[in-house]
């Protein structure tokens, strides 16, 4: 009798704990290639590295980045349209893995390619624009008027990329107090004091650091302690590494993510640290499609511990999933997701032979089911 009363419990159990390692991924693509047709969400079992699809949102053009709100309920997509250009809200059933189209709002930018939100804002990155565009959230989660605009001005040194101004990332400090914008044409990292209930002035100025002339700043993150602050150059292929302070960053580092004698085209792209705190990796395109790993050592120093090709072309982004086991790496080129098994203890990458059939895959988030 007490065996059979216990089994039930004892498979329940065991149900739960399965089911805490699922998660959903919302992938981001271009349309345009005509090899992807919108926004796609997958099952993800942490345990297995499995994934099974459950739904694509069709009809919304080039959500090539997306981000999702803290409460797990809506998707904010940027539309990388040029002149027509535009970010979209979007419900999410997080248990089905399902979005709805809510509404869009233009950027007043061209060619958004990064987007965050919290509980009151969104703000997109416009690359072409070389400014940020400001949305307030309504109570249903769509998308309010546009608030502000933040335009840039200047340019840098390489003449055929760096002509312009041109905002690459928008992301918010740990302490929230501040938005970070990587300007890849004018070589510099901007801070904003960022105040969430404000209106037209939800952004000003606070400071900017000025990066190596010809680097290209793309993307930055930070540590797990929010002391450092890590950011890749997309033209050199190199990181900065900076301590962080109440709004100010001071560089300790420079280091490079391709090996000694690199003499071939670079396109360093994303950048992530492992949900542990203990590494921290780095995608290269141009002609070497690989990923770069480092042990965070102390004081935020970075120590390379290994280089291996993503298998595949065009790494744009990739994702660490929330339990640390594995990395997803995203191919715009090639369309696919390449599925890695992470040593925790080393940080070295491991293929796992699962992939994830996608037209252009730029962006990758997991979210948890409920």
Known sequence: MRKSFLLPIILLAMQSCAQKNDYNLIIG???NTGKSEGIYTYDFDTNTGESKQLSVTKGVENPSYLTLSADN??????NETGKTSAVSAFSFDA????LKFLNKQATNGDDPCYIVADEKNVISANYSGGNASVFGIESNGSLGALKQIVQHSGKSVNKDRQNSPHVHMVFFTPDHKYLI???LGTD????????INGTNDVLTPHDSVAITPGAGPRHITFSKDGKYAYLIHEMD???TVFSYTNGSLEKIQETKITEDGFSGENGAADIHISPDGKFLYATNRGSENNITFFAIEKGGLLSKR????TLGKGPRNFSIDPTGKYLLVAHQY????VVFERNTQTGELKDTGKRIAVGAPVCLVFAPKK
Do not use: E, P, R
């Not at 090639?334 to 997701?337: F, I, Q, S």
């Open 188 to 195: 510099k990292v901007y801070l904003y004091n960022y105040n």
């Open 73 to 78: 309920k809506f998707v904010y997509a940027v």
């Open 181 to 183: 914008i990587n300007d």
């Open 95 to 98: 248990a089905k893995g399902d």
């Open 237 to 239: 292929a190199g990181i």
């Open 334 to 337: 090639t369309n696919d997701v």
């Open 306 to 309: 290994g280089q291996i090709s």
């Open 29 to 31: 693509t271009y349309t």
